[in-house]
């Protein structure tokens, strides 16, 4: 079993940066894909980014070229580089890892983006 706690937001303005942070807890964290999705209000959950164990990368259409997402095996860490923010970007955002059958979400943290 794999515990995910979220860290890193709060309040940026626009054209910011802010990183957030996927900590892991259990065994066998390096062969989950990680991914990070968030959550606006009134809106559907949508992908930001994902990464593989093999550190292979995918992005959401509206974060491509200004957020990175990373991972460091020995930390069980994951995290999320966010450049050039936008108040768009406002919602809460949600770790998430996935390996065959088994799916854990963290509690998400909330990125506002407001000047």
């Known amino acids: 079993q794999v515990q995910l706690v979220e860290s890193g937001g709060g309040l940026v303005q626009p054209g910011g940066s802010l990183r957030l942070s996927c900590a892991a807890s259990?065994?066998?964290?390096?062969?989950?894909?990680v991914g990070w999705y968030r959550q606006a209000p009134g809106k559907q959950r949508e992908l930001v980014a994902t990464?593989?164990?093999?550190?292979?990368?995918n992005y959401g259409d509206s974060v491509k070229g200004r957020f990175t997402i990373s991972r460091d095996h020995a930390k069980k860490t994951v995290y999320l580089q966010m450049n050039t923010v936008k108040p768009e970007d406002t919602a809460v955002y949600h770790c998430?890892?996935?390996?065959?059958?088994?799916?854990?979400w963290g509690q998400g943290t909330q990125v506002t983006v407001s000047s």
């Open positions: 998430n890892a996935e390996y065959n059958n088994y799916d854990y």
């Open positions: 259990g065994s066998l964290f390096s062969i989950y894909t």
């Open positions: 990464i593989t164990p093999g550190g292979r990368t």
